[in-house]
């Protein structure tokens, strides 16, 4: 039995795989998000804390007794500020948090060489510009910052006392000499901090410690090793199986990430791509991130009454067609082509007949538009044949045919496809502890359900896709 624990956005998730890989158990704790001011998103890593206890002890106790080693998972980008003590200097800052703009340039004039060195554009969302807007606006926060930890590393801190991470999450911090695989001394340096502000970096299928004996005890298991993991998406990646290169998924979780996976390192910083390290060695991977995706449509239930996303997905589909307008879907900024964190949600072309229902699939098409828009900013996506569907929001099979229409591509839902990051997560403890073959730890599950484009589909939204496009360039300086 392997353990799997994903730190996401909306809540903490905690799943087994046992001996054949598949998930025999799993549990989930909610997170709150705390909006001190418009932009901002921040949380309190205490309830990270709480809530993992919460999500590992409603697994049934034979199960955890069985344990053999724990991976970690986790949103990215995430400043958990430590000091000498190890004590949480303030409430995290997180990846859909927009503060950092002005600090993006300046860390840009910091360091020239930043672009050559990461292989990303600096993006409000990443580390280390949160840092710079820590030191300009909190000073005395700053002073006394001894360790930064990502959100999941501080879950294994809490776990096993280690300060570590792993390649993939690093790589979204812009302190990672991401071609290397190492700390960039001059990344650090240029954020004011020294190099022992950081965690040490190891492949996701290191071990990196061992749960402590007071946590293993209070969670009714042994003193397992914990393994480094990975970012969110890389070990979404290792859960669907999306490990060689040109096979790719699709994450509709809390924010949109398309994700191809590479054997070589392929920066394209000009289209907001992220060029980051994969979660296990010498693989590299190509992603694009719209910050709203099916936050949206929980975002829209609430706005047309709807008891919840599957009610306002299936009053999209009495919408009628000629009255439905463009919805820009940038609630919290965006990444992906764009790297406008100013940028916000539009409505676009109602009249008084517009009907919830027509809203509803405004919505739906403006996500899919948003997607459509990053992958087509990838260098490599004619090469990809088809996309796995991982997350929440792969659950409908309506939207699913949107999504494929506008993308000319066919959507496969597999078996553990909703578990995601965790699946992965257990995957890699299991790789860096018994060292099996990745071919045997990392099989894709089986196929659910294919959805192929629809010819009739697709030829609606292309135009309107295109007047999606030219709606955010006519808006963008109004933002």
Not at 451 to 468: C, G, K, N, Q
């Amino acid at each position: 039995m392997f353990l799997g624990i994903d730190l996401g956005t909306s809540g903490v998730k905690a799943v087994i795989i046992g001996a054949g890989g598949g998930v025999v158990a799993q549990a989930t704790a909610p997170l709150g998000i705390i909006r001190p001011e418009p932009g901002h998103s921040e949380q309190d890593p205490e309830e990270w804390w709480q809530a993992t206890g919460k999500a590992v002890l409603e697994l049934p106790a034979d199960l955890r007794a069985e344990v053999q080693g724990i991976g970690l998972s986790g949103q990215m980008h995430g400043a958990t500020l430590l000091g000498q003590d190890g004590e949480v200097l303030r409430p995290a800052i997180l990846w859909n948090d927009g503060r950092s703009a002005a600090e993006c340039a300046e860390l840009q004039q910091r360091e020239p060489r930043t672009k050559e060195i990461t292989g990303n554009l600096v993006m409000p969302g990443f580390t280390a510009p949160k840092l710079l807007w820590v030191e300009n606006h909190e000073p005395e926060v700053f002073r006394k910052v001894a360790k930064v930890l990502l959100p999941k590393d501080y879950l294994r801190f809490r776990m096993s006392g280690e300060f570590a991470s792993d390649m993939s999450d690093a790589s979204g911090t812009c302190w990672l000499d991401v071609a290397e695989r190492r700390w960039s001394e001059a990344m650090v340096a240029a954020t004011n901090l020294p190099m022992s502000a950081m965690p040490s970096v190891h492949e996701g299928t290191d071990v990196t410690g061992a749960l402590s004996k007071d946590v293993a005890n209070a969670w009714g298991m042994k003193e397992v090793p914990i393994v480094a993991g990975g970012g969110d998406n890389a070990a979404g990646a290792v859960g669907a199986g999306v490990l060689a290169d040109g096979e790719a998924f699709l994450s509709l979780g809390t924010s949109g990430v398309l994700f191809v996976a590479g054997d070589s390192f392929r920066p394209n910083p000009a289209r907001g791509i992220h060029a980051f390290c994969h979660a296990v060695p010498n693989r590299w991977h190509e992603m694009t991130v719209m910050l709203s995706a099916a936050s949206c449509l929980d975002w829209g239930a609430r706005l047309t009454g709807a008891k919840d996303v599957a009610e306002f997905i299936a009053i999209a589909e009495d919408a009628k067609a000629g009255s439905v307008p463009l919805f820009l879907p940038c609630l919290s900024g965006e990444r992906t082509p764009h790297n406008d964190p100013s940028a916000r949600g539009v409505f676009f072309g109602m009249d008084q007949d517009t009907a919830p229902s027509e809203i509803a699939q405004s919505v739906l098409e403006g996500v899919a538009f948003g997607l459509a828009d990053g992958f087509e900013a990838l260098e490599n996506a004619a090469s990809v044949e088809a996309i796995n569907v991982i997350g929440g929001g792969s659950r409908s099979h309506y939207w699913g045919t949107l999504i494929a229409s506008i993308f000319g591509k066919d959507l496969v839902y597999r078996e553990g496809s909703e578990v995601g990051p965790a699946l992965g997560a257990a995957r890699l403890a299991k790789l860096g502890v018994t060292g099996a073959p990745e071919a045997e730890v990392c099989a894709p599950g089986a196929v659910k359900e294919r959805v192929s484009p629809d010819p009739a589909i697709r030829e609606h939204l292309l135009p309107r896709f295109e007047r999606y496009r030219e709606l955010y360039r006519r808006t963008a300086d109004l933002f």
